[in-house]
T-cell receptor, first 113, second 114 residues
Framework: DQQVKQNSPSLSVQEGRISILNCDYT??????FLWYKKYPAEGPTFLIS?????DKNEDGRFTVFLNKSAKHLSLHIVPSQPGDSAVYFC????????????FGGGTRLMVKP | DGGITQSPKYLFRKEGQNVTLSCEQN?????MYWYRQDPGQGLRLIYY???????QKGDIAEGYSVSREKKESFPLTVTSAQKNPTAFYLC?????????????FGPGTRLTVL
């Protein structure tokens, strides 16, 4: 049973426009969420996170929104740049999980020049 | 220049052979993790270690073994018992095992079993 799901395996966006990547979770114990970015043949790198006590966290062009009632979070990238083309993974954890992360399946973002 | 190194980047082995993947970190992190990534799938936790000389099974530990004799090293052995060993393997570390500590990832090793 997948506890973290990214239902869109891929997304294509024009440079300069907004990219919206979605993530759904089922485990109500999750209280901390992270987004990682991964280029081919490299390890993921941390992008942005959000605690369940917040509904929005912003860092430059990247904003994560959390809707706890819907068990849904989204990553907004504005404006999108060709260098943003990568696979984005959503991950979740909880206070009693000992820093174990549960990952979604990833969304491949392609930003066209 | 601190970080996590994994070697080799590409590894080929014959079916039935055990193979050990290396993971070294010089970040002075206590916790280390091994993940497996298959095409189109997310990362799945194989084993993790919160401190030297201690490790725990993750979600898909069958067919794998690890050791944590030194703080900076966490090698993963893929045994012949692992039914589908071909995958991309990622090692990660974090400051400690406490929740919400960012995990830093190595560049990965792609293992292909022929």
């Amino acid at each position: 049973d997948q506890q973290v799901k990214q239902n869109s395996p891929s997304l294509s966006v024009q440079e300069g426009r907004i990219s919206i990547l979605n993530c759904d979770y089922t485990n109500s114990m999750f209280d901390y969420f992270l987004w990682y970015k991964k280029y081919p043949a490299e390890g993921p790198t941390f992008l942005i996170s959000i605690s369940s006590i917040k509904d929005k966290n912003e860092d430059g062009r990247f904003t994560v929104f959390l809707n706890k009632s819907a068990k849904h979070l989204s990553l907004h990238i504005v404006p999108s740049q060709p260098g943003d083309s990568a696979v984005y993974f959503c991950a979740a954890t909880s206070n009693n999980a000992g820093n174990m992360l549960t990952f979604g399946g990833g969304t491949r973002l392609m930003v066209k020049p | 220049d601190g970080g996590i190194t994994q070697s080799p980047k590409y590894l080929f082995r014959k079916e039935g052979q055990n193979v050990t993947l290396s993971c070294e970190q010089n970040l002075n992190h206590d916790a280390m993790y091994w993940y497996r990534q298959d095409p189109g799938q997310g990362l799945r936790l194989i084993y993790y270690s919160q401190i030297v000389n201690d490790f725990q099974k993750g979600d898909i530990a069958e067919g794998y073994s690890v050791s944590r004799e030194k703080k900076e090293s966490f090698p993963l052995t893929v045994t012949s018992a692992q039914k589908n060993p071909t995958a991309f393997y990622l090692c990660a570390s974090s400051i400690g095992p406490d929740s919400y500590n960012e995990q830093f990832f190595g560049p990965g090793t792609r293992l292909t079993v022929l």
